[in-house]
């Protein structure tokens, strides 16, 4: 299970970077990642790969559990996978003009709402498990890993705040709000592919008491 924790955030970077590489009329630098599960064609692949990656994520917040991590960081990983799930049953309402020729802005709907709400601990539950563990790495000694997690928090935080002001058009963030957004879930993410890591290796598991 705690394998699941390198493979799910590698896979899920992977697959919206080659997409939004790929997709004709998508903006990587201006988009968000949810809109690659728009335009149809290829658009299921974006939504397989959250309904995939929540469940590894899931997966691995059970692992930590049963590594020793205490109960807050599986619990906060486990709302990033169900949000992750979420995000992929409820697609995402059209954004700063894609797919082509939708309104901007777009209409809201009730999917696009829940796709929102589903959302949110992907951005905000990830960077609170990455406190828990900072504090739960200080008192293991482990200042590095201790001052990487408080710098994943505030480094993601920031992101997710520029993409959202990117998203909403404000000021001169507006071309580059899908940027942000990935920035946010690549340091997030990579972040949460260490912790795995550090499980795997590491020959205690970190103590229940920390």
Sequence with gaps: MLWCGVV????FVVSFLV???LRPAYDPLRHPV???SLGGGAAWVQSATFLITGLLVIAFAVGLGRAGCGRWTPILIALVGLGL???GVFTSDPINGYPPGTAIPAPRTTSGILHDQFSTPVFTALPAACLVMARRFGRQGSRGWRAYSIA???ASWICFILAAFGFNR???FAPTGGLWQRLCLII???WLVGLAWT???ARKPISRQA
Excluded: E
């Design 19 to 21: 997409q939004g590489a």
């Design 34 to 36: 949810s809109s690659l």
């Design 199 to 201: 499980q795997l290796t």
């Design 170 to 172: 404000i000021g001169p």
């Design 8 to 11: 799910g955030p590698a896979f």
């Design 152 to 154: 994943t928090a505030v």
């Design 188 to 190: 997030s993410f990579a």
């Design 85 to 87: 799930m979420g995000a």
